[in-house]
């Protein structure tokens, strides 16, 4: 709950256990992320913690639901070591893996914690019945652009903007994804965060690519079969 001490190392652990690459740059391993995410679980050990930062998350479907998310400033600070980027390309990395630990966090106090990768969990054929916390893409592009707007209005981006969210359609298909701007080249990157479960980091994509990959055969709008290898290629493609 908001205004409650979380366990020590918790994001700590949650960072290594869960994101075991996310250490390296370029294949090459560095300590500088567990340094920091290590310095803030010292932190919790020493400092109370209260409300850091609040905003809504939304779920099940087009934000019919809205939660009010507090977190505290041991959450946050966890958030704040994971940027520190020394070029553009290392930053657009580290929003990845961020847009992810936001929705871990959101989920210990939301029901964000329940979200699969796509529209609806594997066998089920509609939201009736289901619990609340499924999320469309309309509701992960609101929650991924407000986080990235946390993140700009708190100063970790240092070498991209937020934009506006990102939209896209065909003829029988529409998608909503977040979008930032390198400040240097201009070259716009969307983030979506619809191909990944709870907590994942978000798939990264150069926008012209994505707005055009409906066209071109590799269309976001998967199937479930290919969904969770979509991802892994596209990033493959942006290297």
Known sequence: MPGTVVVPDLECCYIRARYPEFSTQAGTVTATYYQRISFVAYLLLVFPAWAEETFHVCHDFGCRNETRVELDSHE?????????????????????????????????HSPLHRDVAGNLPPGVESLAGQPMGQLDCIDESINAHRFLMLFEKDGLLRYHRVLGRAYRRSLITQHWAAEVEDVATGRRFVYDTW??????????????????????????????????????QIDRQQR
């Open 195 to 232: 191909f990944e479960d709870n907590g994942e980091p978000s798939l990264m994509v150069a926008s012209s690519r994505w707005y055009n990959l409906w066209m071109t055969g590799g269309g976001l709008n998967s199937t479930p079969a290919n969904r969770s290898t979509l991802p892994a």
């Open 76 to 108: 946050w600070n966890s958030v704040r070591a994971l940027f520190g980027a020394s070029s553009a390309e290392e930053e657009r990395q580290q929003i990845r893996y961020a847009l992810g630990y936001m929705e871990y966090l959101a989920g210990r």
